[in-house]
């Protein structure tokens, strides 16, 4: 007698459309990972999932390390799908060449509030005025006069100066001279309620897309370019190589330290709440 197949269990799944997770995700969107789960994509830019994220609304997604402070009770952290700057970054650029300090006080256009670019500009820079913008008009704004500066994030760390741009400052940079850390961006949550065997069947799936990316480089990065905002193959291989590397598949030890220290400093600031610290222990 045959067995019925055992039908997978649904779980919805937030990523970005960036070059970077679309590598990343490249193995589950061609259905090249098999195990006991489904995945109902929704592909959504990095501050819509962290406001979905708020609401508990995906079961697995992508967020920012700063919004994870404020859904740490709701959703477990996932070593696997990191997103780490490795003394590179998110960089505040102007009009103009200069020091970022000479921008103390000034407007500064920021891709989301709950960014983890915008959470490590307060840190570095105390005081000046956020323009909240969503990530693909911080240029625009910055050239239009509403911003006297602009947090560029995503492919535009690499794009800045062919629209004659100058940059200030790497916080990236900036983060690992401070601590000797990288700096964590961006990690994958799965909701606390949907339990240890979830989340460790969905470390699985993410980290044999993230395998089956690098085992097939040049077909992923073909997927990726879809994503990729028009800019150029080396551009996007670039970019590509700074946030899918093999802290992707782990972050580490350094790579958890670097989280609780920026999250723990934020607290510091009131600019986070204070989580236990068995709030930010990887469930997988």
């Known amino acids: 007698m045959v067995e019925a197949a055992v039908e997978a269990r649904r779980l919805t799944l937030g990523h970005s459309p960036d070059a970077d997770d679309a590598f990343m995700f490249y193995g589950l969107a061609k259905g090249a990972v098999s195990g006991p789960l489904a995945f109902e994509h929704r592909v959504e830019d990095i501050e819509t999932l962290n406001r979905r994220a708020l609401a508990g609304e995906l079961d697995v997604t992508a967020v920012s390390v700063h919004a994870l402070a404020f859904v740490a009770e709701k959703y477990a952290l996932l070593r696997t799908g990191a997103s780490v700057g490795e003394g590179y970054g998110p960089r505040v650029v102007a009009r103009r060449p200069g020091a970022l300090d000479d921008y103390a006080g000034k407007r500064i256009a920021v ?60 916080l990236g940079a900036w983060w690992q001279k401070e601590t000797g850390l990288p700096l964590p961006l ?11 065997e979830v989340a460790r069947d969905v470390t699985r799936a993410l980290r044999g897309s993230i395998e089956r990316a690098f085992a097939e480089r040049e077909a992923a990065l ?5 994503f990729g905002r028009g800019v150029d193959r080396a551009t996007l291989d670039t970019f590509v190589r700074w946030y899918v590397n093999p802290r992707t598949l782990d972050f580490g030890p350094d790579g958890l330290a670097a989280i609780q220290l920026l999250l723990g400093r934020a607290a510091e600031r009131g600019l986070v709440p204070t989580l236990a610290p068995s709030l930010l222990e990887p469930v997988a």
């Open 111 to 170: 891709p989301g509030a709950l960014t983890t670019a915008a959470l490590t500009l307060r840190l570095r820079l105390r005081a000046f005025e956020p323009v909240i913008v969503h990530f693909d008009r911080v240029f625009e704004t910055l050239e239009s006069g509403e911003a006297d500066a602009a947090l560029v994030i995503h492919e535009g760390q690499l794009t800045f100066a062919q629209r004659g741009l100058h940059l200030l400052e790497d």
């Open 222 to 226: 073909e997927h990726a370019s879809e």
């Open 186 to 196: 961006g990690v994958n949550v799965v909701r606390r309620d949907l339990g240890a």
